[in-house]
């Protein structure tokens, strides 16, 4: 039941980090490269949970 929580929320910052991408074309452009940024980090972090987290659960 974990890991489908664990996946779930992987999920959810993977395609969040995706939607950053695409709202940094419509934020100011002063903004634009810190949210893109934050969506690097976003999906950095959805691929942390499963390679380094869940590996470690089972």
Known sequence: MLNIIAFLVAGAFFYGG???FGLAFQV???QAAWVFFAGIIVNLIALVIP???????N
């Open 18 to 20: 995706f939607y950053l």
């Open 28 to 30: 100011p452009e002063s």
């Open 51 to 57: 390679i380094n987290i869940l590996s470690r659960r």
